[in-house]
């Protein structure tokens, strides 16, 4: 069983910047790949970024390519999303999750088992 608690949400106007960041439980995270999802209102959850549980492989979904980064801290158990040059558009809940699976799997599909509460971004124009 594998918890996930999202933080670092916010306000901010376009062209600003945020870290989200995702605690997970557990003393196995290492075997889990990650991704990050949102939903904005009235639209369908959509990927966004995801990263092997290796930490060497990552993908990111064509509209934040250049301007997210994923990553993940082994040591600290936890996930981040590196948002930058953010947009109206990006506005939405942002969901991380985990899967397990082999190492240097990334997971691009909604086919994670462990989903946190979701954290809100706003961006202003």
């Known amino acids: 069983q594998v918890q996930l608690v999202e933080s670092g949400g916010g306000l901010v106007q376009a062209g600003g910047s945020l870290r989200l960041s995702c605690a997970a439980s557990g003393r196995t995270f290492s075997t889990y790949a990650m991704g990050w999802f949102r939903q904005a209102p009235g639209k369908e959850r959509e990927f966004v970024a995801a990263i092997s549980g290796n930490g060497v492989n990552t993908h990111y979904s064509d509209s934040v390519k250049g301007r997210f980064t994923i990553s993940r801290d082994t040591a600290k158990n936890t996930v981040y999303l590196q948002m930058n040059s953010l947009k109206p558009e990006d506005t939405a809940v942002y969901y991380c999750?985990?899967?397990?699976?082999?190492?240097?799997?990334?997971?691009?599909?909604?086919?994670?088992?462990?989903w946190g509460q979701g954290t809100q971004v706003t961006v202003s124009s």
């Open positions: 999750a985990a899967t397990n699976r082999p190492p240097s799997t990334v997971v691009v599909n909604p086919r994670y088992e462990y």
